[in-house]
């Protein structure tokens, strides 16, 4: 006698369970593939939106620093140009030294007789245009001014009768030496 067990229904059951629970572990594998996907996105937008906010600082600083650094660009010139003007007026400050030592040494120089009628000063070059009595006055200015310590030796340039007097005009050149 022989016994026969069918075990089909019984296989068949643990094959249909087996495969319920493939799916539902496929289908919560894929939920929780989609949660961790969802997740990850999320941190990689909260990253990136914290990166922006940094970048956004850092552009305003910059901004910040680049005005800072147009002003102080401005300050630097103002600063150049006070400097240029500083020389410019210490320049006329020591030319308008030189120019009044200039009228104080042709002051004390003049030779009784004499008048002058123009002088022109161009850097320490000065020619002077002068009328005397005579010879003998155009003489003695020459060596007045000669023995001024703030004037060099004069070049006599032309002497000629003045027709409107009986004076002698005479020119002459000189160096204005350094007080």
């Known amino acids: 006698m022989s016994i026969t067990i069918n075990l089909l229904p019984w296989r068949d059951v643990q094959r249909e369970r087996r495969t319920r629970q493939f799916y539902a572990v496929l289908a919560a594998m894929l939920l929780l593939g989609v949660v961790l996907g969802l997740l990850v996105s999320q941190l990689y937008q909260f990253k990136l939106a914290a990166q922006q906010q940094r970048n956004a600082a850092i552009n305003d600083h910059i901004e910040r620093l680049n005005a800072d650094i147009a002003g102080v660009s401005r300050y ?104």
């Open 76 to 179: 630097q010139s103002d600063a150049e140009q006070l400097t240029e003007q500083i020389a410019v007026f210490q320049a006329l400050q020591a030319e308008r030294a030189h120019t009044v030592q200039l009228f104080n040494d042709v002051a004390d120089s003049v030779a009784n007789g004499v008048v002058y009628q123009r002088l022109s000063k161009n850097g320490d070059s000065v020619s002077v245009t002068a009328v005397a009595g005579n010879e003998r006055q155009v003489s003695e200015q020459l060596r007045r001014i000669a023995s001024l310590p703030g004037l060099g030796v004069p070049s006599l340039s032309a002497v000629e009768s003045d027709p409107n007097s009986i004076g002698r005009v005479f020119r002459f050149d000189v160096e204005q030496t350094a007080p």
